[in-house]
């Protein structure tokens, strides 16, 4: 979707925070809050919504406004309250309601540090499709805007850049227009090269370059 | 969505979680051990100031979902300590540092860097198809998410609060040498510049050039000058200070 969270290539976000020292967390809430996300594991339906989907439809004045654990916190609430396993009045009285469904934590103490390690690969070495494009070739972005979950940022649509690497095939991650992710997709992401004239005209660099992981799908001929 | 509907049930809220929260959550839940270790409680002078009533939020939210029972406090205690003490930037310092007096290594981490970081041990969640790529006199690279906050964990621990704001995530790909120079880096007009936006399932990891000065130092002394924010691309590494090689 053409949300607030594409945001490459946006003017006036104001001043970047440079100065940060190498802790994770720099208050207690954001380190409980990470802990909370981690620690929740997977809930309700095994077709769930794409989670990052479900981010890019905050308001964009939510989505800006809120740091980012906030912004977890906010997704894990709605999530557990579509699932009906929180509800508004457990939230207004900040008590469980002993009649309300819960559910058995399936990461726990014992199996936590197993489940931070584990290895999470969309890659589907198992699927052996010919490439469209090998290295060296020139390509173009689609001009495409759907309205699902999609990882082809706007600024590059539209635009020629040349494959720099094949790095195998990977399960698709676009979602349809209710966030659910388009099954059976599997197909080549390629590592594509734009340069900065490309991108952003004749004031940019020319020695500068953008790249980025495309999947096949959003790739054409130029 | 009705904001000012959204505000009062926001607050309405607050106000019974805060009653809530106070006679619910364990002594040993709001005085973590890790506080006793001087963690910051407020928000370091600099940042963006983070309401209270998020720290309240939270809170409340883990009472409620431990006394149902849907989460253990002790697995958030354990993913605290994992990110606190075992994944985060040293991890990364340690791989650039083995890089930079082992010339085959090197070769190795450039061509397949999952490998080559998984021979120091590390690996895992989002660092599952590492690329490193390499800082030369003529070439800089950068590397930024534009949709979003994908970091390399297993090398670099969890992102940096700029790396994952608005300013950054905007201008990295449209003006990256005007981002450089507030990191205080300022690149020659023939210096490449290569951003990387992390789109799909690759993350990457910076290896930055080893400053001059430094041959004879130790791998594990080379380690403690590489920063995280060199491995992202918006520092270089500086030479040490006080001539301690």
Same mark, same amino acid.
């Given at each position: 979707?053409?949300?607030?969270?594409?945001?490459?290539?946006?003017?006036?976000?104001?001043?970047?925070?440079?100065?940060?020292?190498?802790?994770?967390?720099?208050?207690?809430?954001?380190?409980?809050?990470?802990?909370?996300?981690?620690?929740?594991?997977?809930?309700?339906?095994?077709?769930?919504? *794409?989670?990052?989907?479900?981010?890019?439809?905050?308001?964009?004045?939510?989505?800006?406004?809120?740091?980012?654990?906030?912004?977890?916190?906010?997704?894990?609430?709605?999530?557990?309250?579509?699932?009906?396993?929180?509800?508004?009045?457990?939230?207004?009285?900040?008590?469980?309601?002993?009649?309300?469904?819960?559910?058995?934590?399936?990461?726990?103490?014992? *199996?936590?540090?197993?489940?931070?390690?584990?290895?999470?690969?969309?890659?589907?070495?198992?699927?052996?499709?010919?490439?469209?494009?090998?290295?060296? $070739?020139?390509?173009?972005?689609?001009?495409?805007?759907?309205?699902?979950?999609?990882?082809?940022?706007?600024?590059?649509?539209?635009?020629?850049?040349?494959?720099?690497?094949?790095?195998?095939?990977?399960?698709? $991650?676009?979602?349809?227009?209710?966030?659910?992710?388009?099954?059976?997709?599997?197909?080549?992401?390629?590592?594509?090269?734009?340069?900065?004239?490309?991108?952003?005209?004749?004031?940019?660099?020319?020695?500068?370059?953008?790249?980025?992981?495309?999947?096949?799908?959003?790739?054409?001929?130029? | 969505? +009705?904001?000012?509907?959204?505000? !009062?049930?926001?607050?309405?809220?607050?106000?019974?979680?805060?009653?809530?929260? /106070?006679?619910?959550?364990?002594?040993? @839940?709001?005085? =973590?051990?890790?506080?006793?270790?001087?963690?910051?409680?407020?928000?370091?002078?600099?940042? @963006?100031?983070?309401?209270?009533?998020?720290?309240?939020?939270?809170? +409340?939210?883990?009472?409620?979902?431990?006394?149902?029972?849907?989460?253990?406090?002790?697995?958030?205690?354990?993913?605290?300590?994992?990110? &606190?003490?075992?994944?985060?930037?040293?991890?990364?310092?340690?791989?650039?540092?083995? /890089?930079?007096?082992?010339?085959?290594?090197?070769?190795?981490?450039?061509?397949?860097? !999952?490998?080559?970081?998984? &021979?120091?041990?590390?690996?895992?969640?989002?660092?599952?198809?590492?690329?490193?790529?390499?800082?030369?006199?003529?070439?800089?690279?950068?590397?930024?998410? !534009?949709?979003? =906050?994908?970091?390399?964990?297993?090398?670099?621990?969890?992102?940096? !609060?700029?790396?994952?704001? /608005?300013?950054?995530?905007?201008?990295?790909?449209?003006?990256?040498?005007?981002?450089?120079?507030?990191?205080?880096?300022?690149?020659?007009?023939?210096?490449?510049?290569?951003?990387?936006?992390?789109?799909?399932?690759?993350?990457?990891?910076?290896?930055?050039?080893?400053?001059?000065?430094?041959?004879?130092?130790?791998?594990?002394?080379?380690?403690?000058?590489?920063?995280?924010?060199?491995?992202?691309?918006?520092?270089?590494?500086?030479?040490?200070?006080?001539?301690?090689?």
């Amino acid at each position: 979707m053409n949300g607030i969270h594409d945001m490459g290539g946006m003017h006036g976000m104001g001043p970047i925070e440079v100065r940060e020292d190498e802790r994770p967390f720099h208050a207690e809430w954001e380190a409980r809050a990470w802990g909370l996300i981690r620690a929740m594991g997977p809930f309700g339906p095994t077709r769930r919504r *794409n989670f990052r989907y479900e981010h890019e439809i905050l308001p964009p004045v939510q989505y800006l406004q809120m740091q980012y654990y906030e912004r977890f916190i906010k997704v894990l609430v709605d999530r557990l309250m579509a699932e009906k396993l929180l509800t508004q009045s457990e939230l207004d009285n900040g008590r469980a309601d002993p009649a309300s469904p819960t559910f058995t934590p399936r990461v726990t103490p014992a *199996n936590i540090a197993e489940q931070l390690a584990r290895r999470r690969s969309l890659r589907r070495d198992d699927v052996h499709i010919q490439p469209q494009f090998k290295a060296g $070739q020139r390509v173009r972005a689609r001009n495409i805007n759907p309205v699902g979950h999609t990882r082809l940022p706007r600024y590059m649509r539209g635009h020629r850049g040349t494959i720099v690497a094949d790095r195998g095939v990977f399960d698709f $991650q676009d979602t349809d227009a209710d966030g659910y992710t388009l099954p059976d997709r599997p197909q080549h992401v390629y590592t594509v090269a734009f340069t900065a004239r490309e991108l952003w005209g004749d004031a940019a660099n020319p020695r500068d370059t953008v790249h980025a992981e495309l999947w096949e799908d959003y790739l054409e001929r130029p | 969505m +009705a904001n000012a509907a959204d505000k !009062t049930g926001r607050r309405r809220f607050l106000s019974r979680a805060a009653a809530g929260a /106070a006679g619910l959550v364990s002594a040993r @839940q709001i005085v =973590s051990a890790k506080q006793a270790d001087g963690r910051a409680q407020e928000p370091d002078q600099g940042h @963006q100031t983070v309401p209270s009533d998020v720290a309240l939020r939270v809170k +409340a939210l883990e009472s409620i979902l431990a006394e149902k029972g849907m989460i253990d406090p002790a697995t958030i205690d354990a993913v605290i300590d994992t990110y &606190e003490s075992k994944i985060g930037p040293r991890n990364g310092a340690r791989v650039i540092a083995r /890089a930079w007096v082992d010339p085959a290594y090197r070769k190795r981490l450039l061509a397949d860097g !999952t490998t080559a970081i998984a &021979e120091l041990g590390y690996g895992g969640s989002q660092g599952e198809h590492m690329v490193v790529v390499e800082n030369t006199p003529s070439a800089h690279n950068l590397v930024v998410c !534009t949709l979003c =906050s994908c970091y390399p964990w297993p090398v670099l621990g969890l992102p940096p !609060t700029w790396y994952k704001s /608005a300013p950054y995530r905007s201008r990295a790909v449209i003006d990256p040498r005007g981002v450089l120079r507030e990191f205080g880096v300022t690149l020659a007009n023939d210096v490449q510049v290569r951003v990387w936006d992390s789109t799909a399932e690759i993350r990457y990891l910076v290896l930055p050039e080893r400053p001059p000065g430094t041959e004879g130092m130790t791998e594990e002394q080379l380690a403690a000058l590489v920063t995280r924010d060199a491995m992202v691309g918006v520092a270089k590494v500086s030479r040490p200070r006080g001539g301690a090689a």
